[in-house]
């Protein structure tokens, strides 16, 4: 009896009992006795019957439900109770909503509080007053939610002084005094969305910066990237250069735009303390700050934060940030890691652009060359030498003074980018005393450029500031002196100097032709040997870059020449193979340090990224015309003789020769070498290895006189 607990049950009780009393005592009677009088007496009787049993079982049903009734109640409103304690004393910020209009039916302290509005002013409002979204869209939301398709959201609520917040919102339907209501639950999670957005900020910056090969193209986008990731508007750059206590603003964006190109001095600015500290700067007030150059470009309510750029303990610049509010301290640690991701990428671009310039002042060198080698008398040669100093160093103006052989004096023999006006003051530039240290009373010197302190008025006038000079020496005296002349000294680095320094020693090559003539082949010799040792020079700044590899260009070059000499192989193929050995891995520095000094193995993006390296040096390389022979081996040593290698896919004969028989000698090296993450191979267990391969990944007819060559 105490399981029947509504109305229903009983009446359908009470029904299935008088059906079963009727038809199961008439049966009975009509089997009894056949006398309709006595029929009749029993029928009372039954009737009777029937009805106190009904009416006793009736009362015992109704009294049970009643006291069921009754517990129920009482244990809703003890729920209730406990519900409102509940919500009201949660320390979450918690609301009933009305899903079919929007209202706020309820709001417990903790979202009082949140919210900032009194609970009889929030339960006089909507949700669409404090949800970001439109009307449309959260009818939808509560909609969904009031169905439970959803009952995780993520809003943004504004809060009564207007400040806009990020909340997660846990909402479902529950029942609420005879209606449907949606209890909400808000969390602030404002913080944690903008860490999140930092993080994707600070990734998406690493992505592009990654893309970027040169630093024309990586500083817009970093600046750029910062000043938005950062809320900013306006970012630059001070490009330090400690040699001259001073630093020059590379790029600037926004207001910070006119600065680009403005010099200043680090011992009298905030850059500068910033170089000498290595420590970040906020500051809330720059009108307050007499040390920050042009504070006046700011409003009287701009905010400025500063880092370090520095790669290996060397500064390299400060970027900065500008806007119309207060930075915090994570906007502080956010522009620390943004400097040290810009370090890292300047540095990798730095690496390219150095390897690009290298590779076209390499055919530079060798336009000069066939200049000199094509022309009579030095004017041609000369001419040329005089426009790669235009282009490789970038300057404004250059001239070519030579002993007259004839009376004692200089002559200009070639210029290039003086007007006719300083052509005809040439004399002006030629000082008594230069002609009496060049031409008059020769002395022993060397062959190194200095600056020159003091310009004439002509070419002043022409804008021309800066003059550095290098004298032209064959075979330890002076044979005349090349100027070059800037309008700025931002291109000049030791490597600018050194280039310039190897520019007048062909033009003093140049002005000696017949000597040139009379040793034409040792100069070749001298050349060809430049340009192997500029080769070794990228081999060992590579291996600088990867110090587990250290070694390995040499090994792997003279070992390649053994196996083609093997193989029958002469000159000039020869030489292709050695400078092709030796320049096999130049491509990985178009890869990033974070990947080739990864401790652990590759993870998938990070291997299609490595595999792009014998793209990058194809490249490169294809560019110069006398390393174009040289393009086997770097391109394709990581093709696999059954064609799964990269970046071709080439298979079996269709890969060189001197790649396959490279591909042997690269993995032997590499497979034999201790590394971070394991020791080296023993020489039996690589050559067979090795052995195995065969077919698979290495040409199976030079498998075995590899292995012969190795001591298999």
């Not at 680090?266 to 720059?286: C, E, F, K, M, Y």
Request: net charge negative; hydrophobic share 45%; proline share 4%.
């Amino acid at each position: 009896m105490t399981h029947v607990r509504n109305p229903f049950m009983i009446t359908t009780l009470y029904l299935l009992c008088a059906v079963i009393w009727v038809l199961g005592t008439d049966t009975l009677l009509n089997n009894l006795t056949a006398d309709t009088l006595l029929l009749t007496g029993f029928q009372h009787l039954k009737g009777a019957g029937f009805v106190l049993a009904t009416a006793f079982c009736l009362q015992v049903l109704l009294v049970n439900y009643q006291r069921v009734v009754t517990t129920e109640q009482h244990a809703q409103q003890a729920l209730g109770q406990t519900y409102q304690t509940l919500f009201q004393d949660s320390y979450a910020a918690m609301l009933l909503i009305d899903p079919n209009n929007g209202l706020i039916v309820d709001a417990n302290r903790a979202a009082c509080r949140f919210y900032g509005y009194e609970r009889s002013m929030l339960c006089q409002m909507k949700i669409t007053a404090i949800n970001m979204l439109t009307a449309e869209e959260v009818r939808h939301e509560m909609h969904l939610a009031q169905q439970n398709n959803r009952n995780f959201f993520l809003f943004r609520h504004r809060l009564a002084n207007g400040v806009v917040r990020d909340v997660e919102v846990y909402s479902g339907p529950v029942q609420m005094q005879g209606r449907v209501l949606l209890h909400s639950i808000i969390h602030d999670v404002s913080e944690r969305i903008k860490h999140e957005r930092e993080r994707n900020g600070l990734l998406h910056l690493a992505t592009v910066l990654r893309q970027a090969e040169t630093r024309a193209n990586l500083l817009p986008l970093l600046l750029s990237q910062a000043r938005e990731l950062l809320g900013g508007h306006s970012a630059i750059l001070w490009h330090a250069n400690l040699d001259e206590d001073s630093a020059q603003a590379e790029l600037g964006l926004g207001v910070w735009q006119a600065l680009q190109g403005h010099t200043i001095r680090l011992a009298h600015t905030i850059t500068g303390q910033v170089v000498s500290s290595g420590l970040p700067r906020n500051l809330t007030n720059v009108a307050d700050e007499p040390l920050f150059y042009r504070s006046d470009l700011l409003g009287p309510e701009d905010c400025a934060i500063c880092a370090l750029v520095v790669n290996q303990a060397h500064p390299i610049g400060v970027i900065w940030i500008a806007r119309d509010h207060p930075f915090s301290d994570e906007d502080v640690r956010t522009l620390m890691a943004i400097a040290d991701m810009a370090a890292s990428a300047l540095h990798r671009a730095e690496l390219h652009d150095q390897t690009v310039r290298r590779l076209e002042r390499i055919e530079s060198l060798a336009k000069i060359d066939h200049a000199i080698m094509l022309s009579h008398g030095p004017a041609p040669a000369l001419t040329t030498l005089l426009e790669v100093v235009a282009e490789q160093l970038h300057a404004n103006a250059s001239v070519v003074l030579l002993c007259n052989p004839e009376q004692p004096g200089l002559e200009c023999a070639a210029s290039h980018g003086l007007s006719a006006t300083a052509r005809s003051h040439i004399h002006e530039i030629i000082s008594t005393e230069l002609v009496e240290q060049i031409c008059i009373h020769p002395q022993p010197c060397k062959l190194a450029p200095y600056k020159v302190t003091k310009l004439s008025s002509t070419l002043v006038k022409e804008g021309l500031r800066y003059g550095y000079a290098v004298p032209l020496v064959v075979e330890g005296r002076s044979i005349g002196i090349l100027k070059v002349f800037l309008k700025a000294p931002t291109v000049v680095d030791h490597e600018w100097l050194d280039f310039l320094k190897t520019l007048a020693g062909q033009a003093a090559i140049a002005v000696e032709r017949a000597r040139l003539y009379t040793s034409l082949e040792q100069t070749a010799l001298d050349l060809e040997r430049a340009y192997d040792e500029t080769l070794a020079g990228w081999a060992k700044a590579l291996e600088l870059r990867d110090a587990e590899t250290e070694g390995h260009s040499q090994r792997v070059v003279n070992l390649t020449v053994q196996l083609a000499k093997t193989l029958g192989i002469a000159e000039p193929e020869l030489t292709n193979i050695r400078r092709g050995a030796l320049l096999h891995d130049v491509g990985k520095m178009g890869i990033s340090d974070a990947i080739l000094h990864k401790p652990g193995p590759l993870n998938d993006e990070e291997f299609k990224l490595i595999q792009q390296h014998p793209v990058y040096a194809y490249n490169w390389l294809r560019q110069i015309s006398y390393l174009q022979p040289v393009l086997a081996i770097p391109y394709s040593h990581h093709e696999r003789w059954d064609g799964t290698g990269y970046p071709q896919q080439l298979k079996g004969e269709t890969i060189p020769l001197a790649a396959r028989l490279f591909a042997l000698v690269d993995v032997w090296d590499a497979l034999t070498s201790d590394r971070p993450y394991r020791a080296a191979w023993s020489p039996e267990h690589t050559r067979d290895y090795i052995a195995a391969q065969a077919g698979k990944q290495f040409d199976p007819a030079l498998v075995p006189v590899f292995l012969k060559l190795v001591g298999g």
